[in-house]
C-alpha cells in the first residue's frame, strides 16, 4: 500500500481504540516523557509508538496529534488505551492480534529495504507533518536504537524536527541550526551530550550550559561534547553552523526551539513497498 492510500481525509480521522473490556494499562502515570507543554510552528504534529521499551512511562499525546502505531507498537498503544489513525510494519515483532488488511492498516513486506519506523515517518510526513515524536524507539536491540538515532539526523537534513523519547532522556537531531532551551530547574547530574552525526561539524557552541563551547569543531570519530548540564535558571542554547549535531537531554527538561540558518529541500522518499531489489535471489525467494 503506498502513502497515497493514507491520504489525510476530511474531518476527524478513524481510529484504532482499546475496547473497554480489555486490560488497564499496566504502566503508572510519570511527568517524564510527556508531551504536554509542546508547541509547534509545523503544520501538524506526529506522534510514533515503537516495539521498544517504554520504561514505565506513560506518553502523552496532545490533541489533534496524527498517530501511528509501527508494528510491534500497536500493542503498546493498546495496553496503554491509545487510539491511532494508521498502523504500518511488516508485523514480526507484533504480539498481539494482526490489524485487519486495508483501510488504515499498511502491511508491508519483511524483506523490505526501511525499518517500520522510517515508514512511519514517512506516513506521518506525506500528512503533513514536521515535528515527529516518538516512543518505544530506545532500549531493547540496540541495533533499532542505532537505526532509530539515525532516521532523527535524516529528518533535520530534511528541515524537520524528530525526538526519541525513553529512559527519561531525549534524543534529537539538530542541523545547520539552533536548539534553544528555556531557563529551567533541570537537577545537577542530569546530562547533556552533543555527538556530531556528520562527518564533521563545524562552528559548534553551547553557551549557558555548565562547560561553554565556544565555535567547536566536532567529528564522528571523536566525542568532545558528552556529559554537559543545564545551570539552575539559566537558558542555554546548543549551535551548529555546518553540520548534523545528535543531541541528548533529561526528558523534565523543556523542549527546545528549533532555529535553522537556511531553509531545506526534499523529503522522506516514497513508502518502500517492495522486496529489497539488492537481496540475493536466494534470498528474494524466502
Not at 223 to 239: C, H, K, M, T
Request: hydrophobic share 35%; aromatic share 6%.
Amino acid at each position: 500500500m503506498c502513502a497515497s492510500c493514507v491520504a489525510p481525509t476530511s474531518g476527524p480521522p478513524e481510529r484504532y481504540a482499546r475496547s473497554h473490556d480489555s486490560h488497564p494499562p499496566p504502566y503508572p502515570t510519570q511527568r517524564l516523557a510527556t508531551l504536554s507543554d509542546m508547541t509547534t510552528h509545523d503544520s501538524r504534529t506526529c506522534v510514533i509508538f515503537a516495539a521498544g521499551e517504554y520504561y514505565r512511562e506513560t506518553p502523552f499525546v496532545p490533541d489533534g496529534a496524527f498517530v501511528i502505531a509501527a508494528d510491534g507498537g500497536l500493542d503498546h498503544t493498546r495496553d496503554l488505551g491509545i487510539g491511532i489513525d494508521v498502523v504500518v510494519g511488516d508485523f514480526d515483532s507484533l504480539k498481539g492480534a494482526r490489524p485487519a488488511d486495508g483501510g488504515r492498516t499498511v502491511a508491508l513486506p519483511a524483506q523490505k529495504d526501511d525499518p517500520d519506523l522510517l515508514s512511519a515517518l514517512k506516513i506521518g510526513w506525506a500528512h503533513g507533518a514536521r515535528e515527529f515524536h516518538v516512543f518505544g524507539a530506545l532500549g531493547g536491540r540496540i541495533d533499532h536504537t542505532i537505526s532509530n538515532i539515525q532516521l532523527m539526523a535524516l529528518l533535520a537534513e530534511r528541515g524537520a524536527s524528530g525526538y526519541l523519547h525513553g529512559d527519561g532522556t531525549i534524543i534529537t537531531a539538530i542541523c545547520d541550526g539552533t536548539l534553544s532551551f528555556p531557563a529551567n530547574d533541570v537537577k545537577p547530574g542530569r546530562m547533556v551530550s552533543v555527538f556530531s552525526h556528520s562527518d564533521v561539524s563545524t562552528g559548534v557552541s553551547e553557551p549557558g550550559l555548565k562547560y561553554e563551547l565556544e565555535h567547536a569543531t566536532m567529528s564522528n570519530v571523536r566525542v568532545n561534547g558528552v556529559s554537559n548540564e543545564f545551570l539552575d535558571g539559566a537558558p542555554a542554547r546548543i549551535e551548529v553552523e555546518h553540520g548534523t549535531l545528535i543531541v541528548t537531554f533529561p526528558a523534565e527538561a523543556p523542549l527546545p526551539q528549533v532555529t535553522r540558518l537556511h531553509d531545506f529541500e526534499g523529503d522522506l522518499g516514497a513508502l518502500d513497498t517492495e522486496v529489497s531489489s539488492v537481496l540475493s535471489e536466494r534470498c528474494r525467494r524466502r
